[in-house]
C-alpha cells in the first residue's frame, strides 16, 4: 500500500497560469514532509521541509502546504523553466533512528512559453 | 565543496556481469542511502546506512551488496546483473537524525543490463 500519492501525474500550464499539485500521505505520526524538483537526466534537488498541519513556506514563485492528510504544492504564475517533475517524500515515527524517506511516484510538470 | 557525487554516469552490463557503483559525499554526513528510480515506480530504497562500518536492508535490497568503510564513501555493488536491474541509480546522504533531516542526492547513474 502506497504511503505517498501524487496527484496529478503530468500537467501541462500555460506560462502565468497558476495551479496546484496534490500530496496525500497516510502515514502515522508525521515528522516531515518534503518536497523536491527533478530535471530531466539529474538527481533531486530539495525545496521544502514541512513539519506539522499548517505550516507554510515560500521559495520564488513555489509555496508549499500542509494539512493533517495532505500537502499542496502551489505554483504562482509559473515560467517554463518551472518545467520539472515535483517529488513528495514523508518521513514516520518509526523512522526516526535512520532517516527514511518514503517518497511519491512524482507530478511531472510542463510549463509552455 | 561538490556535495554528493556519483561514478560511472552511465554504464552498460552484460547479463550476469558485476560492477560496483561509487557515491562519495564532502559533508560529513553520517547517514547515506541508495536508491533505484524506475519510470512510473518512483524512487525506492535499496540499501543505507547510519554510520561507517554499517549498513542495513531497505525496499528493495535483493541482488545487491553495499559497504561503507569509510564515512565519506559508500559502495554499491551488483554480483551477477540482471536486466531488471536496467534502473537509474541515486545515492544520497544526511546529517545524523535528531530531528527529520533532508537528503541530499548526487546525480545519479544510469545502468543498462543487457
Known amino acids: 500500500e502506497d504511503q505517498v500519492t501524487q496527484s496529478p501525474e503530468a500537467l501541462r500550464l500555460q506560462e502565468g497560469e497558476s495551479s496546484s499539485l496534490n500530496c496525500s500521505y497516510t502515514?502515522?505520526?508525521?515528522?516531515?514532509l518534503f518536497w523536491y524538483r527533478q530535471d530531466p537526466g539529474k538527481g533531486p534537488e530539495f525545496l521544502f521541509t514541512?513539519?506539522?498541519a499548517g505550516e507554510e513556506k515560500e521559495k520564488e514563485r513555489l509555496k508549499a502546504t500542509l494539512t493533517k492528510k495532505e500537502s499542496f504544492l502551489h505554483i504562482t504564475a509559473p515560467k517554463p523553466e518551472d518545467s520539472a517533475t515535483y517529488l513528495c517524500?514523508?518521513?514516520?515515527?518509526?523512522?526516526?533512528?535512520?532517516?527514511?524517506?518514503?517518497f511519491g511516484k512524482g507530478n511531472q510538470v510542463v510549463v509552455i512559453p | 565543496n561538490a556535495g554528493v557525487t556519483q561514478t560511472p554516469k552511465f554504464r552498460v552490463l552484460k547479463t550476469g556481469q558485476s560492477m560496483t557503483l561509487l557515491c562519495a559525499q564532502d559533508?560529513?554526513?553520517?547517514?547515506m542511502y541508495w536508491y533505484r528510480q524506475d519510470p512510473g515506480m518512483g524512487l525506492r530504497l535499496i540499501h543505507y546506512?547510519?554510520?561507517?562500518?554499517?549498513?542495513a536492508k531497505g525496499e528493495v535490497p535483493d541482488g545487491y551488496n553495499v559497504s561503507r568503510l569509510k564515512k565519506q564513501n559508500f559502495l554499491l555493488g551488483l554480483e551477477s546483473a540482471a536486466p531488471s536491474q536496467t534502473s537509474v541509480y541515486f545515492c544520497?546522504?544526511?546529517?545524523?537524525?535528531?530531528?527529520?533531516?533532508?537528503?541530499?542526492f548526487g546525480p545519479g547513474t544510469r545502468l543498462t543490463v543487457l
Open positions: 544520497a546522504s544526511s546529517i545524523l537524525a535528531g530531528g527529520p533531516h533532508e537528503q541530499f
Open positions: 514541512l513539519y506539522s
Open positions: 559533508m560529513n554526513h553520517e547517514y
Open positions: 517524500a514523508v518521513q514516520d515515527g518509526s523512522q526516526y533512528g535512520n532517516n527514511r524517506l518514503a
Open positions: 502515514v502515522s505520526g508525521l515528522r516531515g
Open positions: 546506512s547510519v554510520g561507517e562500518g554499517t549498513t
